[in-house]
């Protein structure tokens, strides 16, 4: 696909970014995060529009990179139905952790850890792909954004309650909750509450590197989790490769306890390699509109639509 003129999405849940390129000029918009609990392919198209109006521009392909995406909503066919009124000739749709590892590594192999809110890890080899995690706030994502948030409150509400020691992180939720007692209650009937959990993961980093013991707990134990699904996911698709190189990307790794440890866990005589990311997700999300069917990655794709 030969596509000059592109609007990529890399559709996260804290935000979504937008990249449109005609080929001659590029502009670079962010909105407001994706809801899970609520049609995807309307707030995409919207995201679409609202971009048309900003910028003005023409695309003929919508690209975009979504996280958590499911069969379910995997229809290129009908986002292009949504906006082909718009101009939009093409869409193409693929999981998130396929433009990180795009946006990351580009066209070599490699495994991409991509832990924000959530985390998904995504290695590709010679011929074969294997996707480690990404299973959500409920059932995985471990050592993600939310996960280290999670543990945090837990370690909270353990000093609370006398049943855990004390911690820096107790200040971080009373700024928040003045009444740790009514806490709960009020996290759970707050529509952002996944967003409000994962958040807390950037003061757990400050928090870690102040020296707070609980802290750099939750951040080490967070980068063994997210060391041993890269791992996982390279075994999964190595051959005679004696070198894999490993990316780190994602707010989680601004952490200094988490990203030294995650370092520190890789460096296990398998050769593995951890190496600067080229580029971020929505690199990747453009970069999208370049793969064919015959690349490793093209089954991962969802088209519609041609130009």
């Avoid at 996280?67 to 949504?82: E, K, Q, V």
């Avoid at 101009?87 to 693929?94: E, F, K, S």
């Avoid at 280290?148 to 309650?161: K, N, Q, S, T």
Wanted: with cysteine; charged share 20%.
């Amino acid at each position: 696909m030969n596509a000059h003129r592109v609007l990529a999405i890399d559709a996260g849940q804290s935000d979504i970014k937008v990249r449109v390129d005609d080929g001659g000029r590029r502009a670079d918009l962010t909105f407001r995060g994706i809801h899970t609990g609520t049609p995807l392919l309307p707030q995409l198209a919207q995201v679409v529009r609202d971009t048309l109006a900003r910028t003005g521009a023409g695309p003929d392909v919508v690209t975009a990179g979504i996280s958590g995406l499911t069969d379910r909503d995997a229809d290129a066919d009908a986002l292009l139905a949504l906006v082909h009124a718009d101009g939009v000739r093409a869409t193409m749709l693929a999981h998130d952790s396929t433009t990180s590892f795009l946006g990351a590594l580009g066209d070599r192999h490699g495994a991409v850890v991509a832990a924000g809110t959530g985390v998904v890890t995504l290695a590709v080899g010679a011929t074969t792909t294997a996707r480690v995690d990404g299973w959500g706030w409920i059932m995985g994502d471990a050592g993600s954004g939310y996960w280290i948030g999670r543990e945090a409150l837990d370690a909270v509400m353990r000093a609370y309650d006398g049943r855990g020691p004390a911690t820096l992180l107790t200040e971080i939720a009373l700024s928040r909750w003045p009444d740790l007692s009514q806490a709960y209650m009020a996290l759970q009937a707050d529509h952002d509450r996944v967003r409000v959990v994962a958040a807390l993961a950037r003061e757990v980093a400050q928090a870690a590197d102040a020296g707070d013991d609980l802290a750099r707990d939750i951040s080490r134990r967070a980068a063994h989790q997210l060391a041993h699904s890269a791992r996982t996911a390279v075994e999964r698709v190595r051959t005679d490769e004696t070198d894999f190189a490993v990316c780190a990307i994602g707010g989680v790794f601004s952490s200094g306890v988490l990203h030294e440890a995650f370092t520190t866990a890789l460096d296990d005589e398998s050769g593995l390699r951890l190496v600067p990311p080229r580029g971020v997700g929505i690199d990747g999300a453009l970069a999208l509109a370049q793969i064919t069917a015959a690349h490793p990655l093209g089954a991962a794709v969802h088209r519609a639509g041609a130009i």
